[in-house]
């Protein structure tokens, strides 16, 4: 904690999500109010932002269990939002003539911390 400032966090790991594609939604949250944040998520057009929107009420719950208190969700501003790989599923596709086409599947880990 840093100058008095309560700050909370949440991983949601082993995601099937691309980190790439989970990085593009939270690069559009990082340094929001939560209640901005959560408008945004609600109304993008992407897969990530469910997953991205659950991790975030994990976020507000762990820092609402810390203050024992009602919360405004305009103070709550994410200062942290990211994604780290996590390891690849491998499969393989058959293709013609017997062959095999390998298809690899990432995972990732989804990163959120609030402060208020």
């Known amino acids: 904690m ?3 400032k309560l700050q909370a966090k949440a991983i949601s790991k082993y995601i099937r999500l691309s980190p790439h594609k989970s990085r593009r ?4 949250i990082k340094g929001k109010n939560y209640s901005e ?3 945004l998520l609600e109304f993008m057009p992407y897969r990530a932002c469910k997953v991205i929107t659950k ?3 994990s976020a507000f719950s762990n820092i609402a269990q810390k203050t ?3 919360i405004n969700k305009t ?3 994410i200062i942290e939002a990211f994604a780290n790989k996590g390891p690849t599923l491998k499969r393989f596709q058959p293709r013609a003539q017997g062959r095999a ?3 690899q599947k990432p ?3 989804i990163t959120i911390k609030l402060e208020i």
Do not use: D, G, S, W
């Open 2 to 4: 840093t100058n008095n």
């Open 25 to 28: 939604v939270l690069e559009q």
């Open 37 to 39: 944040a959560r408008l």
């Open 55 to 57: 991790t975030l009420e």
């Open 68 to 70: 024992n208190k009602n």
């Open 75 to 77: 103070e709550l501003i």
């Open 101 to 103: 086409f390998p298809i």
């Open 107 to 109: 995972t990732c880990h």
